[in-house]
């Protein structure tokens, strides 16, 4: 798309999504980046946000530092290029002492912006870069020396709110010659071109999508030209290619390498193919080549329904959104017909050229972009398995409380717990189902929470017979002298079933009460996945005071409410910091 196409399906989306919450993202720069407004908007909007981008005055980066509001996300562009013009050429020349008064001064400006930005919810921030003056410089030059300095300040003082963009990747990924554009430079101050600036929305957008919920958590890839090379129900076992003592076997070696990759990272790998459950079984079994592993697939659908249901059926026993999977399959016929019967699954192709195949797979690696990943995420695997197991034992009881009873179900909740600050902020992040608003916070916002007297934090570890979940709860209070509001109440969706939900709310209501808080209040933000919970606080005693389509109030008045609910078979312990 050319630039005038952006800004007219930017402003159409805009239009779609103007219901929708606005994602406020402030641009901060010394140079002039007008042109990228419509195309970060875009990037975003496209993929269902409803980001509103705006740029500061030029060249006021510590000033307009002050300004942000918490809620903005702000993107950097802080080019050395433009300290004072010709910077690059006037470094060059300097001697020790110029070249270390400049250092001290930017350095200097860095930490005052790091000051005023340590509450932002999320702050972009490019690392310096000297590759548009130095590309085909074999020496090493003052400007680069300069650069290297302050992006090695940078790896030590950056805040945990910040974020430190490679801005190199896009420029190499677009190509130096069609990143910058010296005229506009030394007319206007406009450094970068509109291809770069494609480049670069497209480079960052994965990390604001996540902080919004936005990430992929499943792939789900077909079997027969597409996990390996030929058709095992009619080459055989031995006759398939999937390793490198095959022909073509290479490519699908580093496709299992891959998805390996992406189970340790606590993404779900699944398999969705037509074919015989006991042919790509003994695949597994019996090929000692194969690098996939039995034990690093999730979940099969192995039979002859079409594709289409089988994702459907493997997204509820998942218990996860439809829109969370990408799925992998050499037949256009079957990508097809996802796009057709479920647009918000997010198709991959097997290109003709086999050659191409890593590649494309490694590119959209950012689809499952998390800013950290936390030890519930590397063993999600194992706990995803140990739910399969308590789903197992269940059909053994034909009462579902005996059956609740025999887990011996242990809930550990503790206020502010620093070692899980981050897990927390990814729970935000990531939960849909079991999340009564659906605020998203970044660390930034978390850290404020933990450090303010009117914020009280509650993070819920689970465990049972089977093993544990680990941090899969969340509650954040604010109080307001004698009352108080519950701002966040979520879960993962591995731990429900099991009537852990209401001992939490319930134990959360108590503590809260120690306070000499009287009234607390509560919200349910109706969004299009979270409508399990849309009578949960009705069904546990508190009292709905206001409701219209997408919002329902409610009040527990510690007066004259009771906190009743006695779950006998569940065990609280708490850690209060």
């Known amino acids: 798309m050319n630039f005038s196409e952006i800004i007219k399906e930017n402003n159409h989306l805009g239009n779609k999504l103007s219901l929708k919450e606005i994602i406020n993202i402030r641009i ?78 930017v350095k200097g400006e860095l930490n005052l912006v790091f000051e005023k930005l340590s509450n932002s919810k999320l702050v972009l921030f490019n690392k310096f870069s000297h590759f548009a003056y130095t590309s085909n410089t074999i020496k090493v030059g003052n400007f680069e020396k300069f650069v290297n300095d302050l992006n090695h300040f940078l790896s030590l003082k950056l805040p945990k709110n910040f974020v430190l963009i490679d801005i190199d990747k896009s420029l190499t990924n677009n190509s130096l010659e069609s990143s910058i554009d010296w005229r506009g430079f030394y007319t206007s101050k406009s450094l970068y071109t509109v291809s770069f600036f494609k480049t670069y929305s497209k480079f960052i957008s994965p990390i604001i999508l996540s902080i919004f919920g936005r990430a992929k958590k499943a792939i789900i890839l077909d079997c027969d030209n597409t996990l390996w090379k030929g058709v095992v129900g009619e080459d055989g076992t031995e006759g398939i290619g999937l390793s490198d003592k095959d022909k073509n076997g290479i490519y699908f070696k580093e496709i299992h390498l891959l998805a390996k990759y992406f189970a340790k990272q606590g993404i779900i790998v699944g398999l969705c193919s037509k074919n015989n459950s006991k ?80 590649k494309l797979i490694n590119d959209n690696k950012d689809l499952f972009y998390s800013i950290n990943v936390s030890e519930e995420d590397k063993s999600r695997l194992k706990m995803y398995k140990q739910n399969q197991e308590r789903e197992s034992d269940m059909s053994s009881f034909l009462d579902i409380e005996d059956y609740l009873g025999s887990l011996d179900i242990k809930l550990k909740i503790e206020s502010k717990p620093l070692e899980s600050i981050e897990r927390l902020v990814q729970l935000t992040q990531k ?66 079933g099991r009537n852990i939900e209401r001992v939490f709310l319930d134990e959360i209501l ?44 409610y009040l527990f008045d510690v007066n004259v409410q009771e906190i009743n609910n006695n779950v006998k078979y569940i065990s609280v312990s708490w850690n209060k910091n």
């Open 279 to 358: 042919d790509v079984d003994e695949v597994f079994l019996s090929r000692k080549d194969f690098k996939l592993l039995d034990s690093d697939v999730l979940i099969k659908k192995v039979n002859w329904n079409d594709k289409a249901t089988n994702l459907k059926e493997m997204a509820k026993e998942l218990n996860i959104g439809i829109d969370s999977f990408v799925f992998i399959d050499d037949s256009e016929f079957e990508i097809n017909l996802i796009n057709d019967k479920l647009p918000e699954v997010f198709s991959i192709t097997v290109p003709r050229n086999l050659f191409e195949y890593p």
């Open 510 to 553: 108590r503590d809260i009460k120690q306070f000499g808080i009287n009234k607390i209040h509560s919200n349910f933000i109706k969004t299009p996945k979270n409508s399990q919970v849309e009578f949960f606080y009705e069904s546990n005693g508190l009292l709905l005071v206001n409701s219209d389509e997408n919002l329902k109030s």
């Open 431 to 496: 939960t849909n189902q079991f999340n009564l608003t659906t605020k998203r916070y970044t660390i930034g916002e978390m850290e404020y929470f933990y450090n303010s007297n009117n914020w009280y934090v509650y993070s819920l570890e689970v465990s049972d017979k089977f093993g544990s979940s680990g941090v899969s709860g969340l509650c954040l209070v604010e109080r307001n002298n004698d009352s108080a509001r519950i701002d966040t109440l979520l879960m993962s969706c591995r731990i429900l």
């Open 28 to 105: 901060l720069a010394n140079i002039s980046l007008n042109q990228l407004v419509p195309v970060i908007e875009y990037s975003l909007r496209v993929k269902g946000l409803n980001a509103k981008a705006s740029i500061g005055d030029y060249d006021n980066i510590l000033q307009e530092s002050s300004l942000t509001t918490p809620n903005q996300i702000v993107i950097i562009f802080w080019e050395l290029s433009n300290l004072i013009d010709s910077f690059y050429y006037e470094i060059e020349n300097a001697d020790e002492e110029y070249f270390q008064l400049y250092l001290n001064k």
